[in-house]
Each structure stands twice: as C-alpha cells, then as structure tokens.
C-alpha cells in the first residue's frame, strides 16, 4: 500500500526566499507529525496535527514557519524569509490513533 | 538534560557479534517505548516495541526496566545489513514521540 509521501525530495533555495514543503500521509491515517533532521543529529519536533487542528505548535522554532492541514489529509510545511540554519531534512509522519508513526522519506532542504 | 538519552557511538563490531545499546529516558510517566531504525539519508522506521516484560524479535531483543527509567536494545549474531542509526524513542502523552539522538551501529566483516 501507499506509504507516506513528501515533495519536493530535494530544494535548493537562496537566503529570504519562502519555501513550501509537502506531505501525504497514509489515507486514513487522523495524526501528521513534522519534523526536522539536521546533519548528524536527531529528529526535532516540529508540530503535530490531529484532524484539520494542531494541538501542538511548541516546536516551531520561529514564526517564520507555520504549517497547516486541509481536509484531514494533506499538509503543507511553509518557511517565510529562509535562513541558512533552516537547512535540514524535513520529515513527515502519520500514524492512526496509536505512537507507532510511518515516516515519509523526507525534504532535503538547502538554503545558500 | 534531554529527555531520552543515549551514546552516539559509533559502536564498530565484527559481523556474528553480539552489541547491546542503552537508553535513559527522565519522564517517570512515560507511558511507551520503542527502538527505529534509521538507515543513512533514509527515513526512521519502526524496528520494535519495548513491553515491561522484555520482548524478542528474531535476533533483537528489547528491555525496559522502570524503575531506572533504562530500555535496552541487544543484537544477536550482527549481520552487516544491521548497520544503521537505532532511535530510542518514548511515548509521553497522546501519540507524541520524543526521539533520543539515535547510537550509530557499524558492523565489519
């Protein structure tokens, strides 16, 4: 079946340009989880999404980044005015109504 | 402190070895626990679930001792497709994960 997709695979893109990133989750699935990976590191939370609302935000670094989800399904991760730091992999999970998430292979986000 | 703990490594072992990795978690409330996978420049995936009682899955095992607020993760007979980053990952409320920094596994021939 269909996991979880994100697009673009990959985006280069100049210091103060907007980006924005894409996620499909499994259908079905009513949890979205962002996250972000930079080189080496672990996964940071980003914002989490139950239906169409995020209960959770607290991870969204700036109020350079928002995110939203429409009709419970697809959810678009959009980074206002990118800065250098921004430059990480982005990734997406979904899970049903259990922790056990299925991620999606991710954005490469590069800003120069 | 990070709310889950554990050594980046690498741990480097010959392939047939046995390799055991430690976790610490600081939220006495958590509720779930679990170990990914992270293959490199790939996404986590779920290797397993950490129960109270210990569990097996083939040639990985995975503990949990509460009261230390400790989960272990033990690879038996290492194979070398067993090269990859292992996330200790706990469940504190609702679906939230909190994912520790990952111990990074190399197996040799």
């Known amino acids: 079946g269909a996991g979880v997709s994100q697009s673009p695979s990959n985006k280069v893109t100049e210091k103060g340009k907007d980006v924005e990133l894409r996620c499909d989750p499994i259908s079905g699935h009513t949890a979205l989880y962002w996250y972000r990976q930079s080189l080496g590191q672990g996964l940071e939370f980003l914002i989490y999404f139950q239906g169409n609302s995020a209960p959770d935000k607290s991870g969204l670094p700036s109020d350079r980044f928002s995110a939203e989800r429409t009709g419970g399904s697809v959810s678009t991760l959009t980074i206002q005015r990118t800065q250098q730091e921004d430059s990480a992999v982005y990734l997406c999970?979904?899970?049903?109504?259990?922790?056990?998430?299925?991620f999606g292979p991710g954005t490469r986000l590069t800003v120069l | 402190r990070k709310e889950v703990e554990q050594d980046p490594g690498p741990f480097n072992v010959p392939e047939g070895a046995t390799v055991a990795f430690n976790c610490t978690y600081s939220?006495?409330?958590?509720?779930?626990f679990f170990w990914y996978r992270q293959d490199c420049r790939k996404e986590p995936k779920l290797l397993m679930s950490v129960y109270s009682s210990g569990n097996e899955d083939g040639r990985f095992t995975a503990q949990l001792n509460r009261a230390s607020q400790y989960i272990s993760l033990l690879i038996r007979d290492s194979k070398l497709s067993d090269s990859a980053t292992y996330l200790c990952v706990v469940n504190n409320a609702g679906n939230m994960l909190t994912f520790g920094g990952g111990t990074r596994l190399m197996v040799k021939p």
């Open positions: 939220n006495s409330a958590s509720q779930s």
């Open positions: 999970a979904s899970s049903l109504a259990d922790p056990n998430q299925f």
